[in-house]
Structures are given as structure tokens and as C-alpha cells.
């Protein structure tokens, strides 16, 4: 199993910046990648940024540019670096692990971009 905590969510003005972090423990050996996805109400969950084991990350086009993500493999961490947010970047985001065939997600971190 592995556990997956998500902070740094809150409120922030459009073009403000907030950084979100998900701590990974359990069995975190083998989890191939991690990733940051988001849900906005009446929307499907959808892919922000993901970055692979080797470091290799890909984003949402609607991010690129603004968005960075990022791991420290000491802390079993991965951040989340959001800067230039819009009122269209409210959602719940969700962090996610991917351990061999199985999936983890973590709680989910409210981001709430005023306008």
C-alpha cells in the first residue's frame, strides 16, 4: 500500500501562485511515476503534470508554461509549482501514484483561484 498526503491548497487572487506537495510513504519502492490530476465540479478528472521515476514529466496543455512539477526523491515528495493561476484552475487536485499496475490517490487539496 502506499499513502499519499496532499497540502498547500487555499484561496489566491488570479495570477497569484501556490505550491502544492504530496508526501508519499508505505511501499513507495516501485511506484513508477507520479502525478498531479484535478477534478472541477460538473467536470471529469482530468491529467495537470506528471513526472516519471527517470524525471521525465509531461503536462496539460492548459498548464504548460505555468505549472511545474517537481520530486525530491529524499523526502519521497512531489510538488506541484503553479504560478500566473486563473479562475479556470479551481478544482480539487489530486495526487496520484502509480506502483506497477495499480493506481493511489491521495485526499485531494481544494485550489480556489478568485478573480
Known amino acids: 500500500q502506499v499513502q499519499l498526503v496532499e497540502s498547500g491548497g487555499g484561496l489566491v487572487q488570479a495570477g497569484g501562485s501556490l505550491r502544492l506537495s504530496c508526501a508519499a510513504s508505505g511501499s513507495i519502492f516501485s511506484i513508477n511515476a507520479m502525478g498531479w490530476y484535478r477534478q472541477a465540479p460538473g467536470k471529469q478528472r482530468e491529467l495537470v503534470a506528471r513526472?516519471?521515476?527517470?524525471?521525465?514529466?509531461n503536462y496539460a496543455d492548459s498548464v504548460k508554461g505555468r505549472f511545474t512539477i517537481s520530486r525530491d526523491n529524499a523526502k519521497n515528495t512531489v510538488y506541484l509549482q503553479m504560478n500566473s493561476l486563473k479562475p479556470e484552475d479551481t478544482a480539487v487536485y489530486y495526487c496520484?501514484?502509480?506502483?506497477?499496475?495499480?493506481?493511489?490517490w491521495g485526499q485531494g487539496t481544494q485550489v480556489t483561484v478568485s478573480s
Open positions: 513526472i516519471t521515476s527517470g524525471g521525465s514529466t
Open positions: 496520484k501514484a502509480d506502483r506497477t499496475v495499480v493506481a493511489y
